[in-house]
């Protein structure tokens, strides 16, 4: 369909309406391809009428000529219980040259979940009417998955908030930068922030957003708390939130969680960066032996196009904490973390490590083996992090052993010696963007921090070595993936070594300059134990040889878990009687620990 237009009459609307439907499922999404190209070709707008609501919902919009080519759209329309339809309007102020026209509209699962004959496993729930089978971690969760409302009946209120009411029992942290604002329809500021809300998916329906515009500065912070939980079993506690993160310069969305009042707890996931115009759902499982608290924290970015939108947050499987209004307050060191003053009572051996909130007894192969077996965590605390990526000036257990040697009389030597240290962009100086990185890799700006090795100091052939706290045990899959800048005319190399013992290794080496981008290295690793992993960096002949590293990742490293249930028919059975995936038979990798997954006999 295109637009003719026959008259030069001023504020022409011409309006393409859609069939009535009467309701879509909570996946949906409407796509079409638009062509919008001409001196004065002026805006469209894609409009979604609702039964009942007077106010229609912009759902997209083209505000000016975008080139002879044809352009794809993607509109995400979540559930709508209601008839509605849409209006494509293209309004002409008067002079208009040029041509709109749109193409291949398609819808993608609209359609609600299909009844189920049966509907048996304890991770599904069976709806009341419509006997659609859905997975349980949608129930209670503010979208009506099942189309008969069933999933979202007999829910907790105190647990779940869509924000049409206010804050629920959520409230503004007090020693943060600014607030959450509450909001209906779109942001201020075009192209950023969200058009609608994610309960209604209409203009009508409330969410929380972060305002970037002025007076925010980049790296402002807003934090939103939860009410208060009762310690949760394992991985019985579950918290789902919506989120919506598109602009060019939206920056960063974490979320923490907290046992003591004044400390920022423990970061349990977060975002960067564009994420287009669509909401997000996320799923978060949380275990904690105490009383906790989730808080959710948006950063500004650097620019006006950064709004962040937060909606429709909810609990299951948690219980609120019935005792006093607030967690308790520890002394803190600089890093945040609780100090406990001694060991709790316990009855441990030497070789066993005590867990610091309840005394309970781990075997020390299970300390720093990348799975919490201590309630506290406290087992995995001195121990390197699974990802790493720098900011806040954080090594995340990473250290040079070689510089602790060093002290008093040598800080002279200290200052010129061949080493790593943290950098950013910003920081550089002019002729540095020539062989050291000017944005880092997490976030692509230079206000990110990676790790480096300056070769303006030290001489040709020195070497630089970071290195992990030992690392107990590993599991079959385990892998290193971690991203390197190797840009300069004098680049000489960087390694990563296995040392076990007094036995050191070579796993991977790379010499020379790689060009001017980040590049990213898989080192495999499996089953070992007892060891550390080491980057060693060796200057060139010049100082125009800088290497640096960002985003390390310990991928699949816990050691494996035998479960009590049976292998399903996908799976081989172990002759320990782990369950691995078929497809991992006789491939030389080692996947059951005891190799009897690689057997000649198989």
Excluded at 148 to 167: A, H, I
Excluded at 195 to 214: F, Q
Excluded at 520 to 540: D, H, M, P, T, Y
Excluded at 552 to 561: A, G, K, Q, R, V
Aim: glycine fraction near 8%.
């Amino acid at each position: 369909m295109f637009i003719l237009k026959s008259s030069n009459s001023i504020s022409q609307i011409a309006r393409l309406r859609s069939p009535k439907f009467r309701q879509t499922g909570s996946n949906c999404t409407l796509s079409f391809w638009y062509y919008n190209y001409g001196q004065s070709v002026g805006a469209a707008e894609l409009q979604l009428l609702v039964d009942g609501l007077e106010q229609p919902t912009v759902l997209w919009r083209t505000y000016y000529n975008e080139g002879n080519q044809w352009l794809k759209a993607v509109i995400q329309l979540g559930r709508l219980p209601h008839p509605f339809q849409f209006s494509l309007d293209k309004i002409s102020l008067g002079v208009y040259e040029g041509v709109s026209a749109i193409d291949d509209i398609r819808f993608e699962n609209c359609a609600l979940p299909p009844p189920a004959l049966i509907c048996e496993s304890p991770n599904r729930f069976w709806c009341r009417h419509t006997k659609a089978c859905i997975d349980s971690l949608l129930v209670c969760d503010l979208v009506d998955d099942c189309g008969d409302g069933s999933d979202e009946d007999s829910c907790d209120p105190d647990l779940q908030c869509n924000f049409e009411n206010g804050l629920c029992n959520w409230e503004q942290e007090v020693q943060d930068d600014f607030d959450w604002i509450r909001i209906r329809g779109p942001t201020p500021t075009v192209n950023t922030g969200p058009l609608k809300d994610h309960t209604t998916g209409t203009a009508r329906g409330h969410y929380l957003y972060l305002e970037s515009s002025e007076p925010r500065q980049f790296r402002d912070k807003a934090v939103l708390l939860s009410p208060l939980f009762n310690p949760s079993d394992y991985g019985t506690c579950v918290f789902r939130f919506h989120y919506h993160m598109f602009g060019k310069e939206v920056y960063k969305l974490s979320v923490f969680q907290r046992t003591v009042s004044n400390a920022n707890g423990w970061l349990l996931w977060y975002k960067f960066g564009n994420q287009e115009n669509r909401w997000i759902r996320q799923t978060l499982f949380i275990s904690s032996s105490k009383p906790f608290q989730i808080l959710v924290k948006g950063i500004v970015g650097d620019g006006f196009t950064g709004d962040i939108g937060l909606d429709d947050v909810s609990f299951l499987g948690c219980t609120l904490y019935n005792g006093k209004r607030h967690l308790p307050t520890v002394s803190t060191t600089t890093s945040g973390t609780s100090v406990p003053a001694t060991v709790p009572m316990n009855n441990c051996t030497e070789k066993e490590f005590v867990c610091r909130a309840s005394g309970h007894c781990v075997q020390m192969i299970q300390k720093c083996d990348f799975r919490p077996d201590c309630s506290d965590k406290s087992d995995e605390s001195a121990c390197v992090m699974e990802v790493c990526d720098f900011e806040d000036k954080d090594l995340c257990g990473w250290h040079q052993p070689a510089l602790e040697q060093m002290s008093g009389n040598y800080s002279i030597l200290f200052t010129k010696k061949f080493k790593w240290q943290l950098g950013r962009g910003a920081n550089l100086y002019p002729e540095e963007e020539q062989h050291c990185p000017l944005i880092d890799h997490t976030m692509c700006t230079e206000e990110g921090w990676y790790l480096f090795a300056d070769s303006s100091n030290g001489e040709f052939g020195d070497t630089a070595d970071i290195v992990t706290p030992v690392i107990s045990l590993t599991g079959p899959r385990c892998k290193i993936i971690f991203w390197n800048h190797m840009n300069g005319s004098t680049i000489g190399s960087l390694e990563v070594l296995y040392k076990s013992s007094n036995k050191t290794s070579k796993l991977w080496i790379q010499s020379g300059s790689q060009g001017p981008q980040w590049n990213r290295a898989e080192v495999f690793l499996g089953i070992r134990s007892n060891f550390q992993v080491i980057f060693r960096a060796k200057r060139g002949v010049s100082y125009m040889g800088d290497v640096a590293v960002d985003d390390i990742t310990f991928e699949d490293c816990s050691p494996l878990l035998i479960s009590d249930k049976p292998c399903t028919s996908e799976e081989f059975m172990c002759a320990n009687k782990y369950c691995i995936p078929k497809n991992n038979l006789c491939d030389f990798v080692n996947d059951c620990e005891d190799n009897s997954d690689e057997s000649p006999s198989i």
